[in-house]
């Protein structure tokens, strides 16, 4: 058989893991949830540059690309925010369109997994490893920049891994990475390794300093475009970019080594104990696993590394768990490339066997996993079926507590001396994950202490 039909049976398939990937996840942006995050605000900045290009005010809207907070965050938003333009105002169009990012990342990291030198089965149990992550699955239903960040970030990883010494490659490498640096500036340490393992692939030392400059002169160019273009106008990127990197302070930095491990146990659980078992026995097993295995093994360790050590040594970013999901896809490729090399070593059938027992358990994680990011209520459909309720006569009966976004802490309520409890529901930020998103040790155990549940007190009307 030739290796033409293998792939395209291994693209079909991995095709069909990212769609139906891709269904949960329009299924979790209809269950609610857009607009939650104080970040998910920057998508207003494309709803307003859309507009300035619609009246002409081209000089306007370039200039927004200056902006140190996600730059190229708003090109990519323009189409969702034209489309709520002329097909109507829901939060969900967004929702389903940044969807589609957390998707294609699925789909890619089977192909990188395929194009580093994976068989077929290696590269599709990546991809199911990364399909059944909780962390790459919640964050779909916010309209935030990370998903299009991380679909960048691990196309750069891809192109990068073509084989052969093309400079074209190199610097295509380079300018996927840098675009995904514009679009989320935390995951800087994805676009760093996808030239790192780009560059440490090459068969020789200048091949691998040619590809290096080739890389790192990509790696700058849609960010000195930005730079030419908005620099006439006013305005002063690199600045922005600095100014905007010294505000990454809410949070801890001492913590900023265990966040992640720390972070990924509450939402992940007994996934993160396959990945870690995946990895020791990558590590044991590491002159016998697949190139994809040792890449990842050094991606991880270099994401890692450079969270903590920014973190905890240099104090100069706090980890937060959107950072932390830089990880996700290296303990993948590294588990999916473990787990084959030991299947090699046992007959077929027990090798199926095996795989198979893996996959199991991993869809019965992913399951529990996904129903309790199904099962959480956000402040604003609990009010919309709070006003729904028949006993709500007018707003001003209703008396809201923790109905809103809380941060750092709940504020203490004085209650009304006359209420009926009209409807409870958990707060999102019982959702254990949501908490590693700036919020310090002492505060999340403020969390944990305390009755932060969505109450919504109906007071009688005098």
């Known amino acids: 058989m030739t290796s033409r039909p293998i792939a395209d049976r291994l693209t079909r398939r991995l095709l069909l893991i990212a769609l139906l990937a891709l269904a949960l996840r329009v299924m979790l942006v209809f269950s609610g949830g857009q607009f939650y995050w104080p ?47 002329h097909f109507g105002q829901s939060p969900r169009i967004p929702g389903v369109y940044f969807a589609v990012y957390s998707a294609a990342s699925i789909l890619l990291i089977g192909l990188i997994a395929r194009r580093l ?14 399909a059944a992550s909780s962390s790459f699955f919640y964050f779909s239903r916010h309209v935030v920049p990370y998903d299009v960040a991380m679909m960048l970030g691990l196309a750069a990883l891809y192109v990068g891994a073509r084989p052969g010494d093309r400079l074209t490659t190199s610097a295509w490498c380079g300018v ?41 002169a990509g790696l700058g160019a849609p960010a000195a475009v930005a730079l030419a273009v908005t620099l006439p106008l006013g305005g002063n990127l690199a600045g922005n970019l600095a100014g905007f990197s010294h505000q990454v302070t809410q949070g801890d930095f001492a913590e900023g080594w265990r966040l992640p ?61 959107r950072l932390s999901r830089q990880i996700v896809p290296f303990l993948c490729l590294a588990t999916a490339g473990a787990l084959w090399s030991l299947g090699e070593r046992v007959s077929i059938r027990f090798r199926v066997a095996f795989i198979g027992v893996v996959v199991a358990l991993v869809a019965g994680q992913a399951a529990f996993n996904m129903r309790e990011v199904f099962r959480v209520t956000f402040p604003r459909d609990f009010l919309r079926e709070a006003l729904s309720d028949p006993r709500v006569t007018s707003p001003d009966v209703l ?24 409807r409870r529901a958990p707060h999102p930020l019982q959702f254990r994950p ?29």
């Open 39 to 85: 970040d998910e605000t920057r998508y207003g900045q494309a709803v307003e540059m859309l507009e300035e290009l619609s009246h002409f005010q081209i000089g306007q809207a370039a200039l927004r690309l200056s902006g140190g907070d996600h730059p190229l965050f708003k090109v990519f938003a323009l189409i969702p925010a034209f489309l709520q333009k």
């Open 117 to 130: 030198g994976s068989p077929p089965g290696e590269a599709l149990l990546a991809s199911v490893l990364l």
């Open 176 to 216: 996927l990475a840098g675009c995904a640096f514009l679009t989320y500036a935390g995951y800087w340490t994805l676009s760093a390794v996808a030239v790192l393992v780009h560059v440490v692939r090459a068969g020789s030392v200048p091949q691998a300093m040619r590809r290096g400059v080739v890389a790192g």
């Open 261 to 321: 491990w720390e972070y990924l146990w509450h939402a992940e659980h007994g996934l993160l104990v396959v990945w870690a078992i995946g990895t020791v026995c990558g590590l044991v097993l590491i002159r016998r696993i697949s190139t994809t295995a040792k890449a990842a093994l050094l991606g991880g360790a270099t994401v890692y590394g450079a969270l903590a050590f920014t973190s905890t040594i240099l104090h100069k970013f706090v980890v937060y768990g």
């Open 399 to 422: 008396f809201p507590i923790n109905v809103e976004h809380i941060y750092p802490s709940p504020v203490t309520v004085r209650l009304p001396d006359e209420f009926l409890v009209l």
């Open 434 to 462: 949501y908490q590693y998103e700036g919020y310090t040790p002492a505060e999340r155990a403020v969390l944990r202490s305390r009755d932060i549940n969505m109450t919504m007190l109906l007071v009688p009307d005098r």
